[in-house]
Every structure is written in structure tokens, then in C-alpha cells.
């Protein structure tokens, strides 16, 4: 651990003496104090602009005094300052009354009907800067309100106060910068470009940090009073960047989240779905009673016990594998791990309901699990690589974390990909171009320093050794690795044992020491000593008889490389749905429990550093049941209890049981396998777009509306073999389907073809039945 | 009495001052050739001992700003002329780039070679486009002749000009605004530090300066700095152009030593137009605070113009006789200044909106005393508290006017309206023709 020596400066403030780091601004360092100057444009994440005047103080340095008030957003502190504020100035407070009484000239007194009224900047300190009553007599400016500047935020210019705080959030922190200040004078205002709306991943941010209610959620709008909303610090489901956040929520009903502040994660920010993306919840086809197949065959709804008792027979000596899904909590995937040990008596567990492979689940297990890369490692880089990780459209705070250090110290960024995306150009990426599937051998080309950091996305195991290579990377240049993947609940389901390979606290399976740690805690006599079948293979002898039933938690069998296997699986077994909406799963479950979405429930996700992020209950009331409690009726109800009674419970379970200390599972590398390409022929690359036809996205119409277009991407040399131009249809197919897009020709391997992988008109694991590195027939369409 | 020193506006009377040949007649061109003979350093130096200051306005020590650019620090420096004269009243760089463009870029060529940039810039009101052609010949003069391009004058020195046309804004007289604007943003002024010495164009260190003083520095070069000296008063040295306009027999560009009086301009420009007598006058545009008939014998230069409540800006004297109605005359400008704030910051966006809408029902006779007190608390409110001086000066003629005209605005409130025959104060009326 290195001590970081700061230069420490004293000030005089009000009287009272401060001592600060050096280069800390005026208005900063009165903060420390407790002394809140007022402010509008001044935000600590941005640079300063000094436009809005409000934070006007008298400031003197060694006895010389600046002839008028400074702006104490843009002046760092000196030794030998003395600041006088609003306190104790007359000439502050006069001067910051001035400001605040010409910010209301064109300000509309419609804080009755706006949504910032009751959480309002503006109102606020208009009521401890203002004048108590207006000497303005005159005609206000009008505008036209309010303007969509993209389908998901709205402008009403005319409340505008100009401060500029989400124009400069588009530039310096997302590096989009969609909107602008156009015109002059007071009729300065916010605008986009003509035909290109503000279609950024974080215009979220804007409306949250906006001062007053000229930007507003266009979902949010009108929707609720501050007042009538009850807020719960909580955890985003979405990805596993792990954000903070805050859930509003009035008579049951989530109305609007935002990003919380989390400074070692994710600041202030947040990603427009973290934000905008939980209608789902209230989605009317919501799961809300047991559902049991009857003799007839059809799922009618029953009442607990009864679907208990059918769940527990159908399971009960049976050969059972147990799917999580990657989305579950730590403490539900912790109930699956538990329950598939002590009550089905199996390591036949995976919570990788995607495209997986064992190399990845050797990986995980021997370089992932309890080791602790994190976004202070990115803050200290010299050099971070990505491999199959995409952190604009995979993980957005890892983004923004790595932009902001690109912007600040030009931290090196290289990306082994198929494909130059927009995200990586923004980072300034050194793109090492690789034919999908030929990761491994540029992988093993790169230098790297004790100082770096390889982000590995869960993309990387679709590549044969590409994993392999990024072990033997870390291992020979001492780069620590991060492995970032998509799904929330993916970090804790390694941890928790959700896993074949793995129980939990990174304890191998095949370690006969970690099964007595598990077994004692346990109170069971022992465990499954055999690694379990991966997720593919529980699909497999599901469908072959090996396996006569499944337990799923949130499985999308559409996300599997086997996805006609998994469907004709699950027709095949007896399985047991946990569910909050219907699903190609519970279309063909025998029992279905209807679980808690996450604002239901309390628990934690582990984000890709491994970091806890807890989350009470935001919505009181719920009748629905988060998976660990229904895992151990069911349990009890088999004769083998898991004893997890509450989330609570498996919480306290889950700590008490601890990290493994022992020696970690060991690796063996695997290597890559190329395939020849012919001549009208591609290698499939994709990814998930960060807006697409995700579940967890239903029912934002306006958050979709801001989704980047499905398009297939081929490299100019194809193009020109092709005789396509952007905008022409192409078509890419396979034995088992095709999909025909317009083409888009970017920087992309000429051996490769790009298709978002689950995007409008683009669903590639359900159409071809393969999302990256097989080979497909691309042509005009 | 003092005498008119003519230097820069020496041959404006001959037909062809603005061409090439037309300069050289005169010496044109070789204090740059001497110039370009010199140690940088030198130059800088002698134009420091001379006492220039700037003439756009703020009167900053010439030579000192040049010194202020770091030296040896392996970046491009840049040097950039400030061209875009847009202040009510102020209308100096306009006739002398018209007359003698060659004067700015000899200037520039000196400037350039003396804080070691290579590369140097015009940014010039678009909308003058009679003097953008003029400027754009006399560069592509130069260029032909080897003034300007590489290895100029066969000294081993690069130097290229760009001549860029702003498109309209009064803000990008503003030096930073006028930097974001050259950079192809939109002109709003810098947040400083940094000043662009330090990180000006394209974040390398820069200098930028008025037209009118970098036209001066090939007379130094040529007659030396003492020659400069010999001219103005202690702490204002050299000779200057003042603008003479409005209700004037002979309005025009006056080049005189610094210090001179308007009652000694007056007697040179005819007096007042006839039959009318000096009402108030702006010593330096617009924004500078007004003066009356009491400021007559007034030094104008920098301290003498201080002193008296004012600053001597860009030496416009806009001179207005009795049939001008201060509120109409100070709305006009306040409009002005509402039409051009930049919106950046809030007292200026703001309280001009406000300022012209009090000003206006002033005009027409409609509010209360207490709005007077009210447009000073305002301005009070502005004046200082801004991003950029730009609303100090939208301030200016407002407060000074109430200080020497107060009852004049009362009469508005009285009559009901102004009481002024708004004919009367043109020049083509004609009273006084």
C-alpha cells in the first residue's frame, strides 16, 4: 500500500480555518466547513466554466483583495486566503441575491407543474440566495415546450438556466457530445444537431444533474411529485459494473431510479438503462401465483403447498441439473448452490445460461474467483487491454471509468477484437484487429507492465485459448485481470458456487479439504466429490435421458450456443420454473414459482471487482418471494433442508463460510482451432448492444427508441467484392437461417461479419443458432 | 495647442496607400527587413523601452505581452491580430486597414519574428467585406513579394498569415472568445487561467493584439523608441487615432500624441455641427462611461481619462449635441449589448434583457423614480460580477448617464414620454445644415 502525499494549503473561510489539498477550488473547500455557497454550473465531476456567477464570494490573498466578488467555482484555494461568503460578506450575499434575481428574469413560475419542483436547485436556493419578492416587471422569453432532443429526454428550454452542465457532461464525460448551446444572449439555449438527436448510453445523467426541470425523463414526466416518492438506496440489476443507485417509488410502483453516488465506483453516473430500465417489473403478463401443469397439460395457477409438494415429487430421487441464470443475487445463487449439494445431491450446476465453455469455467475458477481487480486498478494503469469485452455496450461504467483517465492522463488502451467499435474509438483504442476465433495468437503478442490491467469480457471463452493466452499474459508480465461480464448476478454465482467446479467462496470442488469447510457449515455429512456437468452438457443429458429433471431460476434457453437443444431439454424433463414473467422455460415447466424481481426483494449483487453492492427492499409490500426463501420450502419439503429462510439468512450463512484459503483449482490452457474462410464466406462476430431486445428492457418504449440500428457490419474489401454501399441489404446465413440487414462498412476484420446478437431484426442465437466464430454465407440480398 | 502627429495615417490621402507600391514609397516594408536583422529579444525590448500600449482598449504594456510568451519551451507560438472591431463609435482599424493594410501585416511580420511564431492571424469583422478584400490582396502582395512564406525576406525565417473573417459577433472582440471562435467553436470568452500567453490558440502560448498596435511597430523599429517617447504623456506614450463622430462639422480619424483634449480635437474638426452645442460624448465607444462638457479640457490618455470616472477604450469620441435625448441614446446602446451578449454568464444575459426593457418604458414615459434607483441597483448587480468585461460596458453608459442626466429621465416620467423631437438629432436634419 503506497501513501499518496498531498500538498495540504489553509485557508481562512468565514472566519474558520481549513486545511485542504492543494489545487482543491474555493467552493470545495467551503464545503469541508459545511458552508454551502450557492451554485448552479459548478458540479465536482466537471471542469469548471464559471458561467453561472452564483457563487460569487470576497476573497483576499497575504491582505490583498480582489477589487470584486470572485467566482469561488473556478478559484483554487492559495495559502494566505482569507474568503469571505455570503456570511459574512455583504457585498457576497448582495452580489449572489443579484445573480439569483436575474436567473429568475426568464424563469417560468411553474414550479407547481414541473417535475424538478420539490427537488429544485433552483427553487431551493432561490429561497435561501433570493429576494423575497420579484422586482421584475417585464416580459419573460418564450419558447416552444418542450422539445424531444431523443426520444427519451425532453428539453423546456424556457426554464432553462443556461449553466451548461450537460453540455459539458456529453463532452468530457461521455464523450458524446450530441447537444450543444446554440444562439446567443438570453436566447441561448440547449440544442442538438440538425436530424441527429441526443442518442447517447449516459443522456440520462443530464436530466439528473440538470439544476432546474429544463431536462426530463420523457418516462418520468409528469409522473410524480418529490414528495410522494419514497427512495431506496438499491443496486442496478443490469450489468455488473455495479452501480449505485437510488429507486423512487410511490404506491407500489417504481416510478424512477437514479444514479447513485458511489465514488469508487460509479461516481455520480449511471447508464441510460440502469436509469430508464424497469418497467419490466410492472409488466402485466408479471408471474403473481404457483403454476402447476395439470393432467390435461396445461400450467394452471395453485397455491403454494400444492405446487411445493408437485416441484418436491417431481424432484425428489430423481437425477436433477440445476440452471441459475446470471442474473440471481448472491444470496438466491447461494440457496441454488446449496440446494443442488444438500437437497439434490449434485454439482450438475451452471449459472452461465449463455455461450460458455470449460475453459472459461478452469478460468474462472483458478484466476477470477478471489482475486481482486478493481476500477482503482484502472485509475492506476499504464495500459489496460481489452479481450471479448466491449465496456460501452457490456459494462458502461467501466467505460466511463477508462474515458476518464483517456481524457486525463492519455491512458493506453488496446482491444483485441473482430470489430472497431464507436465505444473503442472513443477510447482512443489501438484496434489489434483478429479473425474471430484467432484471439489467442494476438493475445500472446502483447507487452504489457505489472501496471496493467486486462478487462476480459465473457465474449473471451467463445474464442478456443483465447482465456488460455490472457492466463499466460498475466503470468508473464504480472498484469492483473479483471473479467467483466455482462450479466449482474454472474461475479456472486461464481462466488456463492453456483458453478460445477466451484463451491462457494472459490472453494474447488475437487478439493477434499474445501468439501469439509462447505459440508461443516453445511451440517451435512458430505459432498458431491465429482466436478458437475456445465451448462451445456446439463442441456445435453437432459435431452438424452442422462438427467431427468431441471431446476431453472431466470434461464433464457435462446441464449445458449445449444438453443434447440435446450428447448427440446426442457420439453423432455420434468422442470421447475422460478420465474417473473412468462418464458420459453416456463411455457414448458412443470411447476413455476412466480419470484421477486429485484425492487422486491433486499440482497446483493457482486460486481465485476467482486465488491458487494446491497439493496434493501425498495417496494414494501410485495407478496412475491425472493428464489433462496421458495428454494428451501422446497427443500424442506424434499426431506433435505437447506435451512435459508430468508435472504438474511443466506446472507449471514454465506459470509460465515469465507474465502477459500487453500490452493487454488488449477488451469490447463487450451488452444485455438482456425477454420478457413471462403470466398463468400465469413466468420460470425457479435455482441449485445447495451439497448436491445433484452427482457429486462421491456416496456421502455422510450429508452428503446434511442437503441443504435441493427446493421451488419463486413470491412470495405468485402464491400467492394460484394458491390454493396452502405444502406444495402445484406444477407447472412447459415444451415439453419439467415438474417438480412442493412450493411454498415467499418473498421472490421476482413474475415469477419458483425450482427448486434440480439437486436430488432437481429436475433442471431435464435435464427442461426451460433453468435460468434462459426462460418456463414454472406451475399446481396 | 497640440499638434497632429500623422504616422500611421500619413499618406491615407494618396490614391494608391493600400497597394504594395504604394507603401513602399514611403519605407514601407523596411523595418521588418531591419527587423528581421535583430535578436527577437531586441525587438521585444525596444518595444517595451518605447511604452506602447495596447490600443484595443485595455491599454496593456505591448512589449511586456510579448515578453510574457515562454521562450525555448518547443511549441508552436502563435501571434493573432484582433480585427474585429465591433464597438459603437469605435471605427479606427476599419479606414486604416482600408488605407494601409500593408502597416498591420510589416507589424505582424516584426510581432511574429520577435516571439518566435511562425504562424500568425487576422480575425477580422466579416461583416466590413470591403476591407476583408483589400486585407486578402495585400497578403497575397506580400506573399508574391517574399514578405510572407517561407525563408521571408531571405533571413531563413517562415511565416505564414491567415487572414480569417468572423461572422458577426461582438464577443469575439473579446481575446478568448476570439480564440474559441478562431478554432471554429463558438466565441464565448475563456475561463482564465490560463491566459493565452500560456495556452491561448490551439492551447499554445499566444499572443494577441489590436490592430492599431501592431501597425505602430514598424514606425518604432524604423525611428527607434525614443522617437516613440518623444510623443504622449508620462505613462502614455506615442501617437494614436482618435475617431471623431456624431454631431461633429468634421467627424474623421485624428491621429494626434496621446493626451491630447477633445476641445483641441473639436477646434481641429470644425466644432460642433453648427448652431448646436456639445450635450455628452464617449471618450473610447460605448462602453466607456460618459463624459460632458466638463471633461472638455480632459487629457486623453490612459490616466487622464481614468481619473475623470472613464477609460479611454478605443478613442471614439462620439460626440452628441443638445437634440439628443440621453435615454433614447443609451437604450440604443443598451439593445445593443442585450443583441450581443453571448449568454454565457448570467448578469449579462440576464440583466441586459431586463436593463432594455426598463429602458425602454423609461423612453416612453411609463415607471416610477424608484425605477431609476432600481437600473442603478441593476447595474451595480452587473458591473463586475460577469464572465467578461462585456457587461461592465452594457453597464457603463447607464450608470454614467443617471450620474449627469437624472433629471433628464425624470422629465420622461414627467411628460409622459420623451420630450425630445427624436428628427432633431439627425444629421440630416436641417437645423445646423
Known amino acids: 500500500m503506497t501513501t499518496e502525499v498531498v500538498d495540504m494549503i489553509t485557508l481562512v473561510i468565514d472566519g474558520f480555518e481549513v486545511s485542504v489539498p492543494k489545487g482543491t477550488l474555493v467552493i470545495r473547500a467551503a464545503e469541508k466547513l459545511g458552508i454551502q455557497i450557492p451554485r448552479f454550473c459548478d458540479h465536482p465531476l466537471l471542469d469548471p466554466v464559471g458561467a453561472c456567477r452564483q457563487c460569487l464570494v470576497d476573497i483576499e490573498i497575504n491582505g490583498r483583495a480582489f477589487p470584486k466578488p470572485q467566482a469561488s467555482c473556478t478559484i483554487p484555494v492559495e495559502p494566505g486566503m482569507i474568503v469571505k461568503t455570503q456570511l459574512t460578506s455583504a457585498v457576497a450575499q448582495k452580489a449572489q441575491e443579484g445573480i439569483m434575481e436575474f436567473l429568475l428574469v426568464n424563469h417560468p413560475l411553474d414550479c407547481p407543474v414541473c417535475d424538478k419542483g420539490g427537488e429544485c436547485p433552483l427553487q431551493n436556493q432561490a429561497m435561501s440566495t433570493g429576494r423575497g419578492e420579484s422586482r421584475f416587471e417585464g416580459k419573460k422569453r418564450l419558447f416552444d415546450k418542450p422539445i424531444n432532443i431523443s426520444s427519451q429526454v425532453l428539453l423546456d428550454r424556457e426554464r432553462c438556466v443556461l449553466c451548461a452542465r450537460c453540455t459539458r457532461f456529453s463532452e468530457q464525460i461521455a464523450s458524446d457530445p450530441f447537444i450543444t448551446l446554440n444562439e446567443r444572449g438570453a436566447l441561448q439555449q440547449v440544442g442538438i444537431y440538425e436530424n441527429q438527436p441526443f442518442e447517447s448510453y449516459f443522456s440520462g445523467n443530464t436530466v439528473q444533474i440538470c439544476p432546474v426541470g429544463a431536462l426530463t425523463g420523457a418516462s418520468y414526466r409528469f409522473q410524480a411529485r418529490p414528495f410522494d416518492l419514497v427512495s431506496t438506496p438499491s443496486s442496478c440489476e443490469h450489468c455488473a459494473s455495479g452501480c449505485a443507485q437510488r429507486t423512487d417509488v410511490r404506491r407500489g410502483k417504481t416510478l424512477r431510479r437514479l444514479a447513485g453516488d458511489d465514488p469508487e465506483v460509479n461516481e455520480e453516473w449511471n447508464c441510460d438503462k440502469g436509469r430508464w430500465a424497469f418497467k419490466y417489473v410492472t409488466a402485466l403478463d408479471r408471474i403473481t401465483n404457483p403454476l402447476v401443469r395439470d393432467a390435461s397439460g396445461e400450467l394452471r395457477e395453485a397455491s403454494w403447498p400444492e405446487a411445493i409438494a408437485a416441484a418436491a415429487d417431481g424432484l425428489k430421487g430423481n437425477r436433477v441439473g440445476v440452471l441459475v441464470g446470471g442474473r440471481a443475487t448472491v444470496e438466491d445463487a447461494y440457496g441454488y448452490s446449496k440446494f ?37 486498478d484502472i485509475d492506476r494503469a499504464d495500459h489496460v487491454l481489452l479481450v471479448g469485452f466491449e465496456p460501452e455496450e457490456e459494462s458502461p461504467i467501466v467505460f466511463l471509468r477508462m474515458l476518464k483517465h483517456v481524457k486525463k492522463r492519455a491512458l493506453k488502451v488496446s482491444a483485441v477484437a473482430t470489430k472497431l467499435s464507436i465505444g473503442n474509438e472513443k477510447l482512443g483504442a489501438t484496434f489489434l484487429s483478429v479473425a474471430p476465433g484467432s484471439e489467442a495468437d494476438a493475445i500472446s503478442k502483447i507487452e504489457l507492465t505489472a501496471k496493467s490491467v486486462i478487462l476480459v469480457g465473457e465474449r473471451a471463452c467463445e474464442s478456443a485459448g483465447a482465456l488460455s493466452a490472457v492466463a499466460a499474459l498475466a503470468h508473464r508480465t504480472g498484469a492483473k485481470i479483471g473479467w467483466v461480464p455482462r450479466r449482474a448476478g454472474e461475479p456472486g454465482a461464481i462466488a456463492a458456487g453456483a458453478i460445477g467446479n466451484l463451491l462457494p467462496g472459490g472453494r474447488p470442488v475437487s478439493d477434499p479439504a474445501a468439501r469439509v469447510d462447505v459440508a461443516t457449515v453445511w451440517g451435512v455429512d458430505s459432498i458431491p466429490s465429482a466436478v458437475g456437468k456445465n451448462a451445456d452438457e446439463i442441456f445435453v443429458a437432459a435431452k438424452t435421458g442422462q438427467l431427468d429433471a431441471l431446476v431453472v431460476g431466470g434461464v433464457d434457453p435462446l441464449d445458449s450456443a445449444l438453443s434447440a437443444e435446450a428447448l427440446s431439454a426442457l420439453d423432455q424433463t420434468f422442470v421447475v420454473s422460478f420465474e417473473i414473467r412468462p418464458s420459453a422455460v416456463t411455457a414448458r415447466a412443470n411447476v413455476v ?51 435459508l429462510n430468508s435472504v438474511k439468512s443466506a446472507s449471514k450463512e454465506f459470509a460465515s463460510l469465507s474465502k477459500w484459503d487453500g490452493a487454488r483449482a488449477t488451469f490447463t490452457p487450451s488452444t485455438s482451432k482456425s477454420l478457413s474462410v471462403g470466398n463468400d464466406e465469413a466468420l460470425l462476430t ?44 445484406v444477407k447472412v446465413s447459415n444451415s439453419q437461417g439467415s438474417v438480412t440487414l442493412p450493411v454498415l462498412v467499418e473498421n472490421i476484420h476482413d474475415d469477419a461479419v458483425w450482427m448486434p446478437r440480439n437486436s430488432r431484426g437481429s436475433h442471431l442465437l435464435e435464427t442461426l443458432g451460433t453468435a460468434s466464430g462459426t462460418l456463414v454465407k454472406v451475399g446481396k440480398a | 495647442m497640440t499638434k497632429l502627429t500623422p504616422v500611421l495615417s500619413a499618406h491615407w490621402d494618396e490614391k494608391d496607400s493600400f497597394t504594395l507600391e504604394g507603401y513602399k514609397r514611403h519605407g514601407g516594408y523596411t523595418a521588418s527587413a531591419k527587423a528581421l536583422k535583430m535578436e527577437p529579444d531586441a525587438i521585444i525590448q525596444q518595444v517595451k523601452d518605447s511604452g506602447l500600449r495596447g490600443r484595443g482598449g485595455a491599454g496593456f504594456p505591448t512589449g511586456m505581452k510579448w515578453g510574457f510568451i515562454p521562450q525555448g519551451d518547443n511549441k508552436d507560438h502563435y501571434l493573432v491580430v484582433n480585427a474585429d472591431e465591433s464597438e459603437p463609435g469605435t471605427c479606427k482599424d476599419t479606414p486604416l486597414l482600408l488605407a494601409n493594410p500593408h502597416v498591420l501585416i510589416e507589424g505582424m511580420i516584426i510581432g511574429s519574428y520577435a516571439i518566435r511564431a511562425k504562424y500568425a492571424f487576422i480575425y477580422i469583422r466579416g461583416e466590413v467585406t470591403h476591407v476583408v478584400r483589400r486585407m486578402q490582396q495585400a497578403i497575397e502582395d506580400a506573399y508574391k513579394a517574399g514578405y510572407l512564406g517561407k525563408n521571408i525576406f531571405g533571413s531563413g525565417v517562415d511565416l505564414e498569415l491567415v487572414l480569417h473573417v468572423g461572422a458577426g459577433a461582438y464577443i469575439c472582440g473579446e481575446e478568448t472568445a476570439l480564440l474559441d471562435s478562431l478554432e471554429g467553436f463558438r466565441g464565448q470568452p475563456r475561463l482564465r487561467p490560463p491566459f493565452p500567453a500560456i495556452a491561448g490558440l490551439y492551447a499554445r502560448p499566444t499572443v494577441v493584439n ?48 496621446l493626451g491630447i483634449t477633445l476641445r483641441e480635437i473639436l477646434e481641429l474638426a470644425g466644432g460642433i455641427r453648427k448652431g448646436h452645442q456639445l450635450k455628452f460624448w464617449t471618450p473610447g465607444g460605448s462602453s466607456t462611461p460618459l463624459f460632458t462638457v466638463e471633461h472638455l479640457d480632459t487629457p486623453l490618455d490612459y490616466e487622464g481619462v481614468s481619473a475623470a470616472g472613464s477609460m479611454l477604450g478605443t478613442k471614439a469620441l462620439q460626440i452628441f449635441d443638445e437634440t439628443t435625448c440621453i435615454v433614447r441614446a443609451v437604450l440604443r446602446w443598451t ?3 442585450k443583441h450581443e451578449s453571448c449568454g454565457k454568464c448570467t448578469p449579462c444575459r440576464e440583466g441586459t434583457w431586463w436593463l432594455v426593457q426598463i429602458l425602454k418604458d423609461l423612453e416612453s414615459g411609463k415607471g416610477t423614480e424608484a425605477d431609476l434607483d432600481k437600473l442603478i441597483d441593476l447595474c451595480d448587480n452587473i458591473m463586475g460580477r460577469s464572465f467578461c468585461a462585456l457587461a461592465d460596458g452594457a453597464a457603463s453608459p447607464i450608470v454614467s448617464s443617471l450620474k449627469y442626466f437624472r433629471s433628464e429621465y425624470m422629465d420622461h416620467l414627467r411628460n409622459g414620454g420623451c420630450p425630445f423631437d427624436p428628427h432633431a438629432s439627425t444629421l440630416f436634419d436641417k437645423a445646423g445644415v
Open chain 1, 340 to 376: 443442488a449439494r444438500v437437497t439434490l445431491g449434485t454439482n450438475d450446476i451452471d449459472f452461465r445460461s449463455r455461450v460458455s465453455s470449460d475453459e472459461e469455467r478452469e478460468f474462472l475458477a483458478s484466476h477470477v474467483v478471489g482475486t481482486s481487480t478493481t476500477y482503482r
Open chain 1, 593 to 643: 414459482f412466480p419470484v421477486a424481481a429485484v425492487t422486491e426483494k433486499s440482497g446483493s449483487f457482486m460486481n465485476w471487482e467482486g465488491r458487494a453492492r446491497e439493496f434493501d427492499t425498495a417496494v414494501e409490500g410485495s407478496l412475491h418471494r425472493s428464489d433462496v426463501r421458495i428454494l428451501s420450502m422446497l427443500a424442506d419439503a424434499m426431506g433435505k433442508s437447506i435451512s
Open chain 1, 686 to 729: 457479435s455482441w449485445r448492444r447495451l439497448l436491445d431486445d433484452g427482457s429486462l428492457q421491456d416496456g421502455e418504449v422510450n429508452l428503446a427508441g434511442t437503441a443504435r440500428k441493427s446493421v451488419v457490419v463486413i470491412s470495405q474489401k468485402r464491400a467492394s467484392a460484394l458491390g454493396v454501399v452502405d444502406g444495402d441489404a
Open chain 2, 210 to 257: 489590436n490592430v492599431e498596435s501592431i501597425a505602430s511597430v514598424p514606425s518604432i523599429i524604423s525611428n527607434g523608441a525614443e522617437w516613440f517617447q518623444s510623443m504622449g504623456t508620462e505613462k502614455s506614450k506615442g501617437m494614436t487615432l482618435y475617431s471623431l463622430s456624431g454631431h461633429v462639422a468634421n467627424p474623421g480619424q485624428f491621429e494626434a500624441p
Open chain 2, 335 to 337: 439593445e445593443f449589448y
